[in-house]
């Protein structure tokens, strides 16, 4: 019955986005692109470890970093939102200071939540059950149980007939953790993040090794609230020994999600003869990738009024319409861009030539299948794409059909938004099922789309 009854909630939620056929403005400037995904959720996370007070100010208000919020209060962190202005203000308790809940958390539509939390929860002195939406509960789980296993943690999940991994409810025991040397089999900040929270409960040190590099959001923000961590190339080195605290005298300014950005700047190279501005936008090396994937393609992208006086720099991002050639991806950027490539095979669509992107088979395990419904979402608009184990060609400017499009977002936000943007740049109507998945990291996308209209 309440598998019934949260499978009805899930439909009822469900809702579409139409857009008619309409012209873009030529000279325009964001502001209020929403803050960094990634650093709001770990802001929580490490505000709450912390012996101090932390204040962040530009914090995501979106569902996903609000199950993160909720979350830690019910595990008895005092934590008070200011919608308004977008600041939280969390008073630590210490590394030691998380309470039991008699509830079973819920992250919502996170995997970046239920990956992170669980590495915390795994240290914990009592039991606790973690879980999700409908999507949440297909996201496979074994990636971090594994070697959380490794370390001492004690997790059960749910195990899916004619298949090998373990799926949330995840089940977490009292468990002591011992130090690990870890080297993830593929690159994943969400695993590798997961492994060094955990390892702040060990006096002993932990070496996570990556075979790639990838987002360092959590090395460093540990970094920064004092933690025993050491980075040599790909190896990270992590313990317990010192206690975390927030050493800011002041509100932490989150950056504008790079991201989230990242649809705008595809528009606006896709827009002829266009000059956007996208205002205090993250620029993390290991985040601004796709702006150097897009100059390789002929985009004109330029950085200004750089800001490196908080834990993360940020800037404005200048973009000119540009004429696109397609490229292929070089296998070392593909970490830095798996959440952007979506929108990079819009980009691709009304690009010359094709578009290659190979070893991004951790597509396949995000909010859908990214290699098929990014297929699903190309073709919709006629476009020529070959789907790989691994990734995908397509061939740019193959039919860009006149015709209205239809797609099915399958609750994956980025599939829908990016879907937006390819009716945006060919001036087409659209509609999208199921776009209520897109409050969960971009609340005002649509109200930006109509700030952009002429």
């Known amino acids: 019955l309440a598998m019934l009854l949260k499978t009805m909630i899930h439909f009822l939620a469900m809702t579409q986005l139409i857009l008619k056929a309409s012209k873009l403005k030529n000279t325009h400037s964001i502001s209020n692109i929403p803050g960094d995904k990634s650093i709001s959720h770990r802001a929580i996370i490490l505000g709450s470890l912390a012996n101090n007070t932390s204040i962040f100010q530009n914090f995501l208000m979106s569902e996903d970093c609000l199950h993160t919020v909720k979350i ?10 200011n919608k308004e202005n977008k600041t939280v203000t969390i008073q630590g308790q210490g590394l030691y200071g998380l309470k039991p809940c008699e509830t079973q958390l819920d992250v919502g539509n996170s995997g970046t939540g239920i990956r992170l939390i669980t590495g915390i929860l795994a240290a914990q002195s009592f039991p606790t059950t973690i879980s999700g939406d409908h999507s949440i509960e297909k996201r496979p789980m074994k990636r971090i149980i594994t070697p959380l296993s490794n370390m001492g943690a004690s997790i059960t999940g749910i195990s899916i007939e004619g298949k090998t991994d373990i799926y949330p409810p995840l089940h977490i025991h009292p468990s002591k953790i011992n130090a690990v040397n870890y080297t993830l089999p593929v690159a994943s900040a969400q695993v590798k ?8 409960f060990s006096k002993n040190p932990s070496t996570i090794i990556e075979p790639e590099s990838c987002r360092n959001h959590t090395e460093i923000m540990l970094q920064n609230f004092g933690a025993d961590i050491h980075i040599a190339g790909k190896s990270i080195t992590c313990s317990g020994k010192n206690e975390l605290s927030n050493p800011y005298k002041k509100t932490i300014t989150i950056p504008s999600d790079f991201s989230s950005a990242a649809f705008f700047i595809v528009l606006a190279c896709l827009i002829p003869n266009s000059n956007w501005t996208l205002k205090h936008i993250g620029i ?29 720099p940020f800037a404005d991002i200048e973009i000119k319409g540009s004429e696109l050639h397609n490229i292929e991806i070089p296998k070392e950027s593909i970490p830095f861009i798996i959440d952007e490539i979506p929108v990079l095979a819009i980009a691709g669509l009304f690009a010359k030539g094709t578009l290659i992107v190979k070893n991004a088979k951790e597509l396949r395990v995000k909010e859908s299948d990214r290699i098929k419904t990014t297929k699903a979402l190309i073709e919709a608009f006629g476009g020529s794409i070959k789907e790989y184990e691994d990734g995908f060609s397509l061939i740019g400017q193959s039919s860009i059909l006149p015709s209205p499009v239809i797609i099915q977002s399958q609750g994956d936000h980025r599939i829908a938004m990016s879907g937006a943007i390819g009716a945006l740049a060919s001036q087409r109507d659209i509609t999208i099922h199921n776009t209520d998945c897109i409050k969960t990291s971009f609340p005002n996308f649509e109200n930006l789309i109509k700030d952009a209209l002429l």
């Open 72 to 81: 830690f209060q019910q595990l008895s962190i005092p934590i008070t939102l």
């Open 193 to 200: 993040s997961a492994l060094l929270f955990a390892s702040l």
């Open 284 to 312: 993390n090396p290991t985040r601004g990738t796709l702006i150097d994937i897009l100059i390789q393609m002929g985009a004109t992208i330029t950085l200004k009024n750089k800001n490196t006086q908080d834990m993360e």
